[in-house]
């Protein structure tokens, strides 16, 4: 098996893809079903049929795009990832996993190669919770994660819920038929972009993802009580803020006394009320996102900034509440769709590293329905979510290449 990846042509596909965009170039703003986002739904679409893929909407506006194997009943074998993109991003964040995704296929079409499993490239809807508030809306609905009341139910910020914004965009059928039957998937395969800098360190192309670290975010609010900045002394005092600046320190002390790097904790929201530069806080909201790949040791931490936010409590005479918003736990990948990629690198000569997910993708959630790994591309100083994120031609052809080869090997 020959396999040519077509490195133009990609880019071609990579820069039309870029130019459905509510910001200026090079900057990249494409939210969800947008007319822009619509138009390039559209677009990504017409580009799976010219390929002969057999595309389906689901009710939430995943995309599958079916490659039929010699064996159409067997469960398939899928890659992919996601096309929306936060207000000001860039062009290879999801993008370069959905055309990276759709070239291998192509690739492997022209090669002669004839898959025994169905290959099909899934383009999950709505991966960036810029609209709707929360991450990976269309793969925790696939994965049975959220369920499709929870989910219809959400609002965008102008009040229109998940499920009057998705019927306006022609999605009509049942969100309970979102979710996938178990063993749906064999094996899948996300390519993207590192989001982190570490490649790029190394000097090395192409990572191979052991396992996707997951966030636990929380919604902290802390009552202490206001006043004048001249006329309540010091003793008399409770003030929010203080009290929130000792338990920002702490959270950054508990990640760092975990024992392992994988934590992480992030306070990166703080509302002070009344926010007067003569007046005592009364109140502060904090925002914390904390993240590890070990869900045990997240929940330790977790544990840790409890008890510090009350001896904070007890100290400082204030009210501490604390609102779990999400904790989603992190995941492994599959031992067999490493080995895949793995031998697809060494078939190559290329060198990989082993590393792990940062962010989180859409594998996280597909990962509890089935085998899951994920390739890594360098992207330049790490950089993503920002217009100047660059993942270089030879580097996104070299991810196509390695993930058409492990998407034959999972599919023979
Ligand atoms: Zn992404």
Redesign the pocket.
Known sequence: MKLEIDQQGLLAELETLAAFSDAEPPAVTRIVFTPTDLKARAWMIARCEEARLAVRQDAIGNIFARWNGADPEAPAVGTG??IDAIPNAGKY??VVGVLGGLEAIRALQQSGFRPKNSIELLVFVT?EPTRFGIGCLGSRMLSGTLSADAAGKLKDRDGESVDEVRRKAGLNGNLQDVRLPTGYYKGFVEL?IE?GPLLERAKTSLGIVKSIAAPASLRISIEGSGGHAGGVLMPDRKDALCAAAELILAIENTARASGAPDTVATVGVCDVFPGAVNSIPSRVGIALDIRDTDLARRDRAMQAIERASQEITAKRQVSIQSELLNADAPADCAPEVRAALAESCRQHGFPFLEMVSR?Y?DSLFVSRIAPTGMLFIPCRNGYSHRPDEYASPEDIARGALVLAEALAKLSA
């Open positions: 990832s996601h964040d999801g991966e993207h989001q962010a993708h």
